[in-house]
């Protein structure tokens, strides 16, 4: 493998090997995967596949905060006056922090305001269900900021303390009248006034959001103008009041915190020479050895294989063949490569067929470490069980491979994960994402530990609350030098394929409470059952004008290709629009355009037009659904 | 006893502090009183002879959902399955939905669903095995697959679809509500594993804390008045008017303001045009129950005409039957309904799960109409064999036998073809559940017991016209009255409105054709028969004669399989996948099933399995054995 890299880091340039990692690793294995990859390798095109899901809130946090670090907790579930789920449906994305809201809700009853274009589970039981026009939340965003604002609702106390520039944002939000905005974003002008006084007046309010905003075009603005609708209110940092981005993969906070994808570790970029400089002293490698400024995002680097800069890539734990957008350019796009390396627990991934070489990894359970939940918590799992055959664990396998490269033998990979995490409690010292008070031991004895918590509090004999901790809870703490937020405006530009005479039909894409990402887990066992075969949501009514029949197969077209699904009229959906998850390989994913995010490259995976036609032979067109549900 | 973990939440702990004295049917909510016998006995779960400490062990419990709540998230049916072992095609639990109203205002309602420990036990009483037991403790209905034969009848009275037949392994399983969690205070794992807080469990007509309801019922919920079943809904949220099933069932659920509650109605959701579906007919896992059921029917049908016919035989009208008594035909029928009756009896019995446990057939006489049926058929095939036999001796003691076993033989016809009716008369299958059901079936008594000894004389002495136009007159009878009651069948289940009206919507469309077909048959039947008995040896009657046998034969099959294949059960509404009788049929028709995954298994025979039968019987005392037999009258 390492000659294979070298090779083609000689001949074509050492950014011509590109790393793709993932959200499912341990902690201490994201930590070490920076040291082959930043380290080692040297690639400057190393991302993970949280650009699929979180990066619109990383960017977002980082926009408006300064850093990434979702500054709520769960607890705030306990302690709101006003909820906002945008594009979240918990019952099915996150059921166990579902749970958690439930409990609050059932406690206090708090309003639940939810905004999605489809009658999920949380919008049919919420008090308010805002059924959006896809790809319009920076309106309703805009509009009821516009209210707050035109009503003097706004916390101007907060904002003189916490904010930076005010007056740029208010100046964009007053072109949002709830009446020009209600035309675009389908929600009538009473209920943004309403729902912008209920948000505005609570004591506190808080916004949940997920892949609702995150994927789309304007998925970081998405996540700003939640953060623009906290602060102007006072919402951030105060118990019951946040911006929490509810997080997709198990362990995509880990990812983001130290993994070295798109920067450095511990919340480190490579645009601030003083942290690429701890790290290099650190690992003990040449300063000059980082670049200056990050490579690029997963989604920028399948185009550049395209076009041929990038000819090798190493993927970990994670199947574009399935989750990405267009997958037929994918498919052309994984054969150009020289060289693929699949990294994964299961030896049949759909991406495999194109690997030229395959490394079996351990899973879970089978090997040890931390990883950090959507509210800062570090948790550990420990080792139950071997892993079968020859695999390794994903830590096992970035050292062999480290060591195979010259800066290897300068760099020290401990072997022992306690070592592991030790490096990175040192490396944290002092920054937002301070762990350096934690031990596996004392993880696992107080059953998970929020961070920040530092050894100078550990010193003290200070234990670290069982939870309810937050981000800037005093004032002007934010990670802006000036410690301020920033109030960015919100333009809307409308850049969606929108529904047209030709593909009439919105085409939205979700997860299913029942599988897992690409059903590489899930594909395989009981629970497989409750959805086995792709399927769509249909609106009865379009279904009859369309000829569809309820549980047979149809063909659906889209301007990149086209998939074949089981029909399920259910009104859950409007008339313009259809429902397919996206967890089925070489199915919804043939559809979707996937246009980027300008600052967080996530693709806009909900916002894609469609037309659907009838098929005549049912027999063939259920084997070949059942042909592409082999692994 | 199970280990409770220092760290188990508090929402896993059962939570009754008191309990009311009896429930809203007037039942008694502890289950046996102070002193009685069947108080402080382990309940021997995996050989722990502990007792559990519980306060309310002899407490009718029960599972309480409150509907408002369920989000459909399948936790409950995971920690059942894991905790269960079960493989994917089985579940103790499972949830399904109604939906209703039209978006944005759409709701789905999530019903998770497993066995309601009902205080009036129709699968115990149903159960031919025994294998069934209420228990005193918690009031659970426990099943025990060690002693099923894998009959199925448990899941055709259980209006819950609660009782789960294998058919892989050929057997029923079903939840045991946890016993061993209630036995430490622990709530079932598929209440403790609620995400929803939906699902909860205690002493039941006990309210949860921070609920206002215990209802029992809700749309999709079937009546509640068959065994008085033991759950409790909350469900305070306004529902629509109307409320659908995504799956195949033809049945959605209509509020009926006057009663409050829903109803079940037809739901027309494949039109109203008509196909044959031969293909599902044929293919049917229940062509053993027509085979047998037509068989047996026939046998007894004819033996019964026999033994009448040589009991008037100085009568003139009986007088052909006596005649035939006396022709070299008569050996040779006797043997070809002894044939016939072994092959039916063969069918029948490998067509259960474990064919080799058929001895256990007997166990529920107290109780079980298959039971009955099985000892009238029973004592039907031994005298028939009997009878057959001795008829080849022409002794004084033979001619003896002979009266003895004509009069055992007609009893057990008589109980035999009461029984067979009786158990389809099951409250949770409306399509059944009507007299047409025993009208049907001695109909073809007489039809195909004529028909059979029609052919069978026919065939050895040539045509016998006094013969013939007797036994034409009696099958005329019999279809006439078929005829009949087809009518007032049809009539009744438009009536209803419930299943039974959905089975009528199946029968007149998705197999539309096959129904005009045997409805056509009926009426010309008739009227050969008729031609027949007047025409006699002319060439008209020659002619229906000729027709007749593949014609009856041809409505009586059609008639059978269509009964079996109609029936709609008053089950749980399924998913769009799961628990949805039109994904399962895809599943098989397209392969799908071969993926474990899938949930979905092909029906299988299963192997009579000698070894297992004789080892029984080596490792089994004589006393056992003994008292297993007297347990059959005791009870």
Known sequence: MAHEILRIQKTYGRDSFAIVSTGQLLTEEFYTLGKPARGCIGTNNY?????????????????????????????????????????????????????????????????????????????????????????????????????????????????????????????????????????????????????????????????????GINQSTHGSDGVVGINNLNLITGNIGKAGGTSLSITGQCNAMGTREWSSCSGLPGYRVLEKPEDSEEIDKFWGIDAEFFPKQRGLTETDIFPAIETGQIKGLWLIATNPMTSMANTERIRKTLEKLDFLVVQDSYADVETTQYAHLYLPAATWAEKEGVFTNTERRVNIVRKVTDAPGESQADLWIFNEVAKRFENGSKIKFPQALSDVFDEMCELSKGRLLDISGMSHDKIEAQRGIQWPYTSEEADRGVEPPAGGKRLYTEAGTFRYADGKAKLIPLPFIDNNEVPDDDYPLWLNTGRLVEHFHTRTKTGKVGNNKYSPIPFMEINPDAAQELGIVHSEYVRCISRRGDAVVMAMCTQRVPENMIFIPFHFHDCVNRLTLGLLDPHSRQPAFKQSAVRVECVEDQQATAQMSMEMRGF | MINVRSDEPEYAFLWDKQSKTHNRYGASIET????????????????????????????????????????????????????????????????????????????????????????????????PTRAYTKFAEYGAVLQDPDICFGCGYCTWVCPYNAPQLDPVKGQVTKCNMCADRLEVGLKPACVAACLGNALDFGVIENIPEGRSQAKTEIPGFPRTDITHPNIRFQQTRSTHREMTRTDSTPLKYHRDDKAGMFKPAVDEKHGRERYWNWKILLSSH?????????????????????????????????????????????????????????????????????????????????????????????????????????????????????????????????????????????????????????????????????????????????????????????????????????????????????????????????????????????????????????????????????????????????????????????????????????FVEHARETGLAEMEQMGVVYEGHHKFRLDELLQTIREASFKEMRSQFARIFTG
């Open chain 2, 286 to 582: 229940e062509n053993a129950h027509a085979i047998f059921t037509l068989l047996s029917q026939a046998v007894m049908g004819a033996f019964v005409l026999l033994v009448i016919g040589s009991l008037f035989g100085s009568l003139a009208v009986a007088a052909p039957l006596q005649q035939l008594k006396e022709s070299s035909a008569w050996l040779p029928l006797l043997g070809i309904l002894v044939a016939l009756m072994g092959f039916g009896l063969f069918k029948l019995n490998m067509h259960l799960g474990k064919p080799h446990r058929f001895y256990r057939g007997f166990y529920n006489l107290r109780h079980s109409p298959v039971s009955r049926e099985i000892a009238g058929v029973s004592l039907f095939f031994a005298s028939l064999s009997g009878f057959a036999l001795m008829s080849l001796f022409d002794h004084k003691i033979a001619h003896w036998l002979v009266v003895l076993f004509s009069i055992t033989g007609v009893l057990g016809a008589a109980l035999g073809s009461w029984y067979m009716y009786k158990l389809y008369r099951i409250p949770a299958r409306p399509f059944w559940d009507h007299w047409q059901t025993g009208s049907a079936f001695y109909e073809t008594m007489l039809s195909l017991g004529s028909l059979l000894i029609a052919v069978v004389a026919t065939a050895i002495n040539g045509i016998d016209a006094p013969l013939l136009q007797l036994l034409a007159v009696i099958c005329a009878t019999g279809v006439a009255l078929e005829n009949i009651a087809h009518w007032f069948h049809a009539r009744d289940l438009k009536q209803a409105g419930n299943e039974g009206a959905a089975a009528h919507y199946e029968q007149t469309t998705t197999f539309g054709k096959t129904y005009r077909l045997r409805n056509a048959l009926l009426g010309v039947n008739l009227l050969l028969l008729i031609t027949l008995a007047a025409a006699g040896a002319s060439m008209p009657g020659l002619i229906a004669t000729a027709l007749l046998p593949a014609m009856l034969l041809l409505a009586a099959y059609t008639s059978r399989i269509l009964f079996y294949a109609l029936v709609i059960p008053t089950t749980m509404p399924g998913a769009f996948f799961w628990k949805n009788e039109g």
């Open chain 2, 32 to 127: 046996v009183f102070e002193a009685d016998e069947l108080r402080d006995k382990s309940l021997d779960i995996n050989d722990d002879v502990g007792i559990g400490d519980n306060p309310n062990r002899y407490k009718q419990h029960g599972f309480f959902l409150n509907i408002d709540n369920c989000i459909g998230c399948h936790a409950c049916e995971a920690a059942c399955s894991e905790k269960n072992d079960n493989p994917a095609h089985i579940a103790f639990r499972s949830v399904g939905f109604v939906e209703g109203g039209s978006f944005p205002a759409y709701q789905r309602l999530n019903i998770s669903m497993a066995c309601n420990h009902c205080d009036d036990t129709v699968c115990l009483k149903g159960c």
């Open chain 1, 47 to 211: 991302d993970g596949n949280t650009t699929l899901c979180m990066s619109s809130a990383v960017s977002g946090y980082k926009r408006s905060f300064g850093s990434d670090g979702p500054p709520g907790n769960y607890k705030d579930f306990e302690h709101t006056d006003c909820l906002i789920a945008w594009g979240s449906n918990l019952p099915e994305q996150h059921p166990i922090i579902y749970w958690r809201m439930k409990e609050a809700q059932e406690k206090r009853n708090f309003p639940l305001i939810v905004v999605d274009p489809r009658v999920t589970m949380l919008a049919q039981n919420a008090d308010m269900h805002l059924a959006i026009t896809p790809g319009t939340d920076v309106v309703l965003q805009n509009a009821l900021m516009h209210v707050i604002l035109d009503e003097g609702l706004e916390d101007r106390d907060y904002i003189a303390a916490n904010c930076a520039d005010f007056e740029l944002m208010e100046k964009e939000v007053q072109k949002y009248d709830p009446v020009s905005a209600s035309k675009i974003c389908g929600i009538d002008e009473d209920t943004i006034r309403n729902v912008a006084r209920l948000y505005a007046n609570a004591d506190a309010a808080m916004s949940i959001w997920t892949m």
